[in-house]
């Protein structure tokens, strides 16, 4: 598993490199989605499956989906839209499908490797001792973040929203 971890963690830093670096938003959202489940993966190399499956829930599934709803939010008109178009052309989607097949691959070994093959000294640690966790000595800080995202939300759709005009 070590060898899946540093192949992860090294996919997570090409697919972030090239969100930074390119010019492109679009380019960059499937670079990001793919840097997002190469650290899920990172995550489940390591032996924490719920972290992992939270990274991919709640990151690369609910944050992602916030982004499409903010694109939809600010509708940018029919010409825009024809540059997104000519933007997703096949030959894009060639650096994120390689690194996700990799990681799929990886993935695959991960789950039909040898027992043998799985790090020793890790234990599972079940959904409810985390809720428990999160929801005892530190319900203030949870509590503190979901208004945080509370207030996010609500900038993005004032920024986002267009007054009527007449």
Known sequence: MEYAFYLSAGVAVVASFRVITGSNPVHALLYLITSLLAVAMCFFSLG??????????????????????????LNLGPETARQERSWLTPGVWIGPGLLALLLFGQLMWALFAAPSQVPLGLEDVPSKA?????????????????????????AAYHLGRHEATE
């Open 48 to 73: 924490a499956p719920f972290a992992g499956a939270l990274e991919i829930i709640v990151y690369a599934g609910a944050i992602l989906v916030l982004f499409v709803f903010v694109v939809m939010m």
């Open 130 to 154: 985390v809720g428990i966790a999160l929801f005892g000595p530190y319900l203030l800080a949870v509590e503190l973040a979901s208004l945080l995202l509370l207030a996010a939300l609500v």
